[in-house]
């Protein structure tokens, strides 16, 4: 059973926009955290945005300003919209999501497969 599935991803030009998305299933009543992660071939992976249940949200500095992590808790989504992207954000985009499937229940940390961006003219 898949858990946690990012969409969206696909070929932008530079400048242009993406809005990406990781949908947990529906069984998880509870997310309490979900970061976006980005990993570029050759590079280490890089933690882009977070959000946490609450409505606390944290930018890599490099993303400030252009990316916006916002979550639906009645589709159980966390998006991550993307605007004015560069050439260097190509890589592939994964979520992991600190989430459980009751009320005060245990609690475990879930990836996604990831979605490739590429920016590209």
């Known amino acids: 059973q898949v858990q946690l599935v990012e969409s969206g991803g696909g070929l932008v030009q530079p400048g242009g926009s993406l809005r990406l998305s990781c949908a947990a299933s529906?069984?998880?009543?509870?997310?309490?955290?979900v970061h976006w992660y980005r990993q570029a071939p050759g590079k280490q992976r890089e933690l882009v945005a977070t959000d946490i249940l609450g409505g606390h949200t944290n930018y890599a500095d490099s993303v400030k300003g252009r990316f916006t992590i916002s979550r639906d808790n009645v589709k159980n989504t966390v998006d991550l919209q993307m605007n004015s992207l560069k050439p260097e954000e190509t890589a592939v985009y994964c979520c992991n999501a600190l989430m459980a499937t009751a009320v005060g229940g245990q609690a475990n940390d879930y990836w996604g497969q990831g979605t490739q961006v590429t920016v590209s003219s």
């Open positions: 529906e069984s998880f009543v509870v997310i309490y955290a």
